[in-house]
Nanobody, 128 residues
Framework: QVQLVESGGGKVQPGGSLRLSCTAL????????IGWFRQAPGKEREGVSC????????YYTNSVKGRFTISRANAQNTVYLQMNSLEPEDTAIYYC?????????????????????WGKGTQVTVSS
């Protein structure tokens, strides 16, 4: 059974940091593109970051470039999203998702394209 489990969310002050984890169960995540997405209240879901399969390229939406870093820990079957210099605008539920195609790459036009497996999300709140 394919499953993605997010963890690491919480409440931090502006300028703080969090590291989100996405652990894959039932498949080997290094062979698939993995993305991070977020949805704030009243807003559409937004693609935040994506990393292609087999240690491929990483991509970020402009608003998080220089602040967020996506990485893999393949031995733990986990993808991380390190979030630094957090801003109130980063407040959202963060989801990870996996492409269903072996050897998949991130789709820059729409990061969610091909992402057929989704976690349940973890809340990130940035507030003073």
């Amino acid at each position: 059974q394919v499953q993605l489990v997010e963890s690491g969310g919480g409440k931090v002050q502006p300028g703080g940091s969090l590291r989100l984890s996405c652990t894959a169960l039932g498949f080997t995540s290094e062979y698939y593109a993995i993305g991070w997405f977020r949805q704030a209240p009243g807003k559409e879901r937004e693609g935040v970051s994506c990393i292609s399969s087999n240690n491929g390229s990483a991509y970020y939406t402009n608003s998080v470039k220089g602040r967020f870093t996506i990485s893999r820990a393949n031995a733990q079957n986990t993808v991380y999203l390190q979030m630094n210099s957090l801003e109130p605008e980063d407040t959202a539920i963060y989801y990870c998702a996996a492409d269903s195609e072996l050897g998949s790459n991130c789709h820059l036009i729409d990061l969610s394209y091909g992402m057929n497996y989704w976690g349940k999300g973890t809340q990130v709140t940035v507030s003073s």
